[in-house]
């Protein structure tokens, strides 16, 4: 992707033919993808860790 886009767009003033999108950059995706991955872990841990104290 070469930047970042919004497209809205509404037809007659009602939200029938509403469109809304949105392009993130690369660089941004691969954070949350990164971020993500951290809580997933973060919670599998703390899901073990509240297992073993039962």
Same mark, same amino acid.
């Given at each position: 992707?070469?930047?970042?886009?919004?497209?809205?767009?509404?037809?007659?003033?009602?939200?029938?033919?509403?469109?809304?999108?949105?392009? +993130?950059? /690369?660089? *941004?995706?691969?954070?949350?993808?990164?971020?993500?991955?951290? +809580?997933? /872990?973060? *919670?599998?841990?703390?899901?073990?860790?509240?297992?073993?104290?039962?």
């Amino acid at each position: 992707m070469s930047g970042d886009s919004v497209t809205i767009n509404s037809t007659n003033g009602d939200h029938s033919g509403f469109i809304y999108q949105n392009q +993130l950059p /690369e660089k *941004l995706i691969q954070q949350y993808e990164e971020r993500i991955k951290e +809580l997933k /872990e973060q *919670l599998d841990y703390w899901k073990n860790k509240s297992e073993d104290s039962k």
